[in-house]
C-alpha cells in the first residue's frame, strides 16, 4: 500500500506539477527571426544575442517553474483585458451609442457614424462604450524590416471625447499588491512603472502614435489604475540606437561573418546571464554548429 502522505509521494508529485507548467511553456515555443522591441529595452541588452536571433534558431531550457506561472498569471491579465477590447457590440448597440453621441454633441452623430462604419470595415474595429479597440495582440504582429524588428502592443485603442477621438497606444502590466501600491503612492520612484514607460514610449515611437495609457492591476485584488502619458523622443533615442547597432552588425556579419563580443559576465553555459538567454547555445557553438533559420 503506497502512502500518499509520505513526503516521497509528494516530492515527486511537487516536481510532476512543475514539469507540467515547463511543457506548456514550451509548447508554445519562442520568437523566431526576428528582434523583439521587448528585447532591446532590457537592462542588461546584450548586442550579440540580438543579431544570431536573426539568424539562428533559439532554444531555452526552463529550470524555473515559479516564474513561468508569474509570467503565465501576467499574461491571463493581458488576456482579460484584451477580451475584453475586442468584444464585437453589435449593429443595435452601436446605433444606440450613436444616438447617445447625437443627444451629447447635436449635428456630430452623421458623420461619425459613416467614420464609425469605415473604419470597422477597413481596419476589423471593435466599439465599447466610447473606446475604439483598433489592434490587440492576439491580432496584431507589425515588422520593422529596417531593424528586423517586431513589436506586439497590447493594445492600441481610440476614444471619444472632447468631440474628438483620441488614439493611445496601451501597456497592461499585473503586479503584486506592494508594487502596485508603490506605484499608487510614487510612480516615477517605482521600477516597474518606469520599465513600463520606456516599453510603451518605444511602442508610440514605432507606430506613430503620441499618446500612451499605461495600466496597473493589483493580482491580488484586480483593482486597477491608469495612466496616461505624452512621447518622449529623448527617452526613445538610446534603444533605437540599439536597434541600429543591431541593423549594423546584422550588415557585418552578412558580408564578414563577425559577431559581436559576448557579455563580460558570460564566461559559459552555466552563467546566469546565459542561463536565461535563448541564443545561450548558438553564442557558445561553434559557427558551424548552429541552426540557421529558414528564409
Not at 207 to 218: C, P, V
Not at 259 to 273: D, I
Request: hydrophobic share 40%; charged share 30%; proline share 3%.
Amino acid at each position: 500500500m503506497i502512502d500518499v502522505t509520505s513526503t516521497t509521494v509528494q516530492t515527486r508529485l511537487q516536481n510532476q506539477f512543475e514539469n507540467i507548467i515547463v511543457k506548456w511553456h514550451l509548447e508554445k515555443g519562442v520568437r523566431d527571426g526576428r528582434v523583439h522591441a521587448s528585447s532591446i529595452l532590457a537592462d542588461d541588452f546584450c548586442l550579440r544575442e540580438m543579431v544570431l536571433s536573426i539568424f539562428f534558431k533559439k532554444t531555452l531550457e526552463y529550470k524555473y517553474p515559479s516564474l513561468l506561472r508569474k509570467l503565465k498569471y501576467g499574461w491571463e491579465i493581458h488576456e482579460v483585458w484584451q477580451e475584453a477590447l475586442t468584444h464585437n457590440m453589435s449593429e443595435e448597440a452601436l446605433e444606440d451609442y450613436l444616438q447617445l453621441i447625437e443627444l451629447a454633441y447635436p449635428g456630430i452623430a452623421e458623420n461619425t457614424m459613416d467614420e464609425y462604419r469605415r473604419v470597422r470595415n477597413w481596419r476589423s474595429q471593435f466599439v465599447i462604450d466610447g473606446c475604439l479597440a483598433i489592434e490587440v495582440e492576439k491580432t496584431h504582429h507589425e515588422w520593422v524590416k529596417k531593424w528586423d524588428l517586431s513589436f506586439t502592443p497590447d493594445a492600441i485603442t481610440e476614444h471619444f471625447m472632447f468631440k474628438q477621438w483620441l488614439k493611445f497606444v496601451v501597456e497592461i502590466k499585473g503586479y503584486r499588491p506592494e508594487v502596485y501600491e508603490q506605484a499608487l503612492k510614487d510612480r516615477w520612484n517605482c521600477p516597474e512603472y518606469l520599465k513600463a514607460v520606456q516599453q510603451c514610449n518605444l511602442y508610440m515611437h514605432l507606430t506613430g502614435i503620441h499618446q500612451g495609457i499605461i495600466l496597473f492591476e493589483n493580482k491580488a485584488t484586480q483593482d486597477f489604475k491608469l495612466w496616461t502619458i505624452k512621447y518622449d523622443q529623448a527617452m526613445a533615442e538610446p534603444y533605437i540606437i540599439r536597434l541600429d547597432q543591431v541593423a549594423d552588425h546584422k550588415a557585418i556579419y552578412r558580408d564578414q561573418y563577425l559577431m559581436p563580443v559576448k557579455l563580460n559576465v558570460c564566461t559559459s553555459l552555466k552563467s546566469e546571464r546565459a542561463k536565461k538567454c535563448a541564443m545561450a547555445k548558438a553564442c557558445f557553438e561553434k559557427p558551424e554548429g548552429r541552426q540557421k533559420m529558414k528564409r
